[in-house]
């Protein structure tokens, strides 16, 4: 698991590099503040997890803080409100949907949304807002919200069958271990059978021994199946003889 995370990580991480990658070859190109931006923007991506690590809890607030920060600032040096560069401001809002709930991430989207339309602010000093400008703001500030909702259901789906794939896979490793124990109770049992009826059976043979086990002869055959030489001389007989 812990291997996936990383290489879904690694996936995202450079995603984001080639989506900076293709803003950083528009117009204007030679801008160094602009490359800059995006250079930090694409440095403090890959280190992204590394900070969230160091940061503690409050990493999440603060990773996403500094990437609409980073963004304003992109913002700001390619042509404030027009800029074509508004983009840049899908990096909080997927980061957000990635690290957060449902309501914190409208939340951290809407800081978004509103911090890239405080750049109306200088604008309207200077021009006046017509009703296409309004329509395509509005559409742009709904576009972050409407994939934020969708990036956040999909993170938040897929934590939900990590969760239980590997609620799964804890108990079927209790049950495998559960098995376990009554394979070896059971084959215990087994040789603690063997054993006693091997002890029934030398008892039972020690207190009633089997007809293949007595002797043949008992002492008294024995002393009548001794020859006759060993028995005494004939008295009568020597007598008679005499």
Known sequence: MPDTNRLKRASMDLLWLAFLGGLAVLQPIVEIHKQLTLLAIGLFQILEQRFLAVAGPRGPVYTVIIK??????????????????????????????????????????LISSAAYCAFLIPALQEYRMTTSAANELAIR?????????????????????????????????????????????????????????????????????????????????????????????DTSRAKSTG
């Open 68 to 109: 609409i920060l980073l963004a304003s600032l992109l913002i700001a040096h390619t042509g404030g409100i027009n800029s074509s560069y508004y983009l840049i401001y899908y990096l909080p809002v997927v980061s957000a949907a990635m690290l957060f709930g449902p309501w914190s991430t409208l939340f951290w989207t």
């Open 141 to 233: 500030n709904l576009a972050f919200f409407v994939v934020a909702v969708v990036v956040n259901r999909f993170v938040l789906e897929n934590r939900r069958q990590a969760a239980r794939y590997k609620h799964l896979a804890e108990e079927l490793e209790e049950t495998n271990r559960q098995l376990e124990r009554a394979e070896a109770e059971a084959r215990r049992s087994e040789r603690l059978a063997a054993l006693g009826q091997l002890s029934a059976g030398l008892a039972h043979e020690i207190k009633n021994p089997s007809s293949k086990a007595r002797p043949k002869h008992s002492i008294k055959n024995l002393l009548r199946a001794t020859p006759s030489r060993w028995s005494l001389p």
